[in-house]
């Protein structure tokens, strides 16, 4: 039988899909081996691939990576060691004949929250990624912005403070993946903790997740942390408003756990600082979860072959 | 002959173009007539069209408007004094069987630009209109970006400071146009000129045009107002750089003349505040001036002509 193959690598798993048409038939999971910057990473997806497909027909390859991507050409992917590299070449000289496309992970999952999670009915859409760091995808009439350099939907390195408080991975000061992703909750809530009696001096290791959860149950340096995480997030979602107008925002990654808990205060806060035109805007929890990647690479790579056809 | 013509409606002056084809044959300025909530503005249009079009066979009318337009319904119009009207559905009653459409002004503007001025060759690009406020326009993929309420590419109120100095027309704080508009501009020259030795002092009235003068010409004080302004800017613009990665800003309105000095601060300090990945984006002058509207809505409404036929 024909199969699809979504593959979605990420700084620490490779995830895999297998689809008939678009049903979801098996998923593996295996570790990205950064050795030798990244160099062994595709000759491992190749045998995944090959064992995942076993009898079946391999149509089409959809891909998704951890950087910037242009054209099927990755221009770096710092997680995985990876400079410049011509992916999706390398992977069509391997699999002859076969449609690939590559896609940098978040706009990948974007496309799979748009076609069967969160997104879904939204002609325009930004998603939003509350993992370690916070990535981001754009929808604009159904089709995604990947930006000149391939870099559209960078919403995590906005920046939400002028006060140079947090210096971020990128170099740049107080961007709002250094308040509002999963890191970013857990150094509010180390600072805000220290010397007051609250559950979080109770834990042995804070996680955003227990800070959530603290805060939810009334605890009130927990609701400092989360109160701090939603002024950055929703300054920063104000500012994506501002500029694209959107019907919704679609939230995803392990933050988001934190459901309509989050969301009612995001979706608050954000209307008092985006202008007002631009105020009336949906606020969705993604759907997909980690599957998103797959689904997204494998809808993509679909597309492809559907417009040769 | 077969004639178009594109009409740009202003808060005081009402502009138009009467184009053979997509050469300019003549323009004309009428001032807004703005009793009566506004409710004149089409009925002296009409006339204006009518006396502009003379023999000639009117095939299209493109308008612009200060005001969110979905699907040439304006959202509403302050300066006009417009609430929501249907103005497409009204001059097609009233031309019936001639092509109408209607956009927001900056983004009409935006057309004009990538079509015949600065914005010409780049697929990706973001329009900035320095004037009394601050506009702005989209372009992806080269199609312009109009928004789900009409207000796609409203960079005047992107958030510059946090510390609530200078309240803005729309009630939020510190948007970007309350410090690099013209009005901006000015604002900041009368603070900082009080009491100090600069040309701002000897003027009978600061404008945003003699600051830049004095600022080229080493005035100190007029220095700090231009980096204070540059500053704001570049804030602004790496955020919509981090949004969508656009290949180029083309900056225009009155301060723009500004020209080379501005730009070349501008796209300095941009690159020290954008996301590493998207900081290559080209700065370009705007080249259509007063024009840029006229321009721009003509060219969308031939379009629609053309893709009809």
């Not at 798993?13 to 999971?29: A, H, M, N, P, S």
């Not at 089409?60 to 770096?76: N, R």
């Not at 500012?239 to 969301?263: C, H, M, R, W, Y």
Request: net charge negative; charged share 20%.
């Amino acid at each position: 039988m024909d199969c699809i193959i979504g593959v979605d690598i990420g700084g620490t798993d490779i995830k895999y899909g297998k689809f008939y048409g678009t049903v979801l038939i098996e998923t593996r999971k295996t570790k990205t081996n950064k050795t030798d910057f990244g160099m062994h990473i595709l000759s491992e997806v190749y045998t995944e691939i090959d064992d995942l497909t076993g009898t079946d027909n391999l149509i089409a390859i959809g891909m998704g990576v951890p950087g910037p991507v242009v054209d099927g050409f990755v221009l770096g992917a710092q997680n995985l060691g990876w400079k410049g590299l011509p992916v999706k070449e390398l992977i069509r000289a391997h699999y002859p004949g076969i449609k690939v496309t590559v896609l940098n992970d978040a706009n990948a999952a974007t496309i799979g929250e748009m076609m069967f999670g969160g997104g879904q009915g939204y002609k325009d859409f930004v998603f939003i990624t509350l993992g370690t760091g916070i990535g981001g995808g754009i929808i604009i009439n159904k089709q995604l912005i990947e930006g000149t350099t391939g870099s559209g939907g960078e919403i995590g390195h906005l920046r939400v403070g002028f006060n140079n408080e947090r210096l971020c991975t990128c170099g740049l000061y107080d961007c709002v993946e250094q308040y509002a992703s999963a890191t970013g909750v857990v150094k509010s809530a180390n600072s805000y903790r220290l010397g007051r009696k609250t559950v979080l001096n109770e834990v042995e290791e804070v996680t955003s997740k227990i800070v959530f959860n603290a805060a939810e149950s009334g605890d009130e340096v927990a609701n400092e942390v989360v109160e701090e995480m939603v002024e950055k997030l929703a300054t920063a979602l104000s500012q994506v408003a501002n500029t694209l107008n959107p019907e919704a925002f679609v939230i995803g990654g392990g933050v988001s756990k934190a459901g309509d808990f989050l969301l009612n205060k995001l979706s608050k806060r954000f209307k008092e600082l985006a202008f007002f035109s631009v105020r009336d805007v949906k606020f969705e929890l993604a759907k997909l979860g980690n599957e998103a990647g797959i689904y997204g690479n494998m809808y993509y790579v679909s597309k492809e072959l559907n417009d040769e056809n």
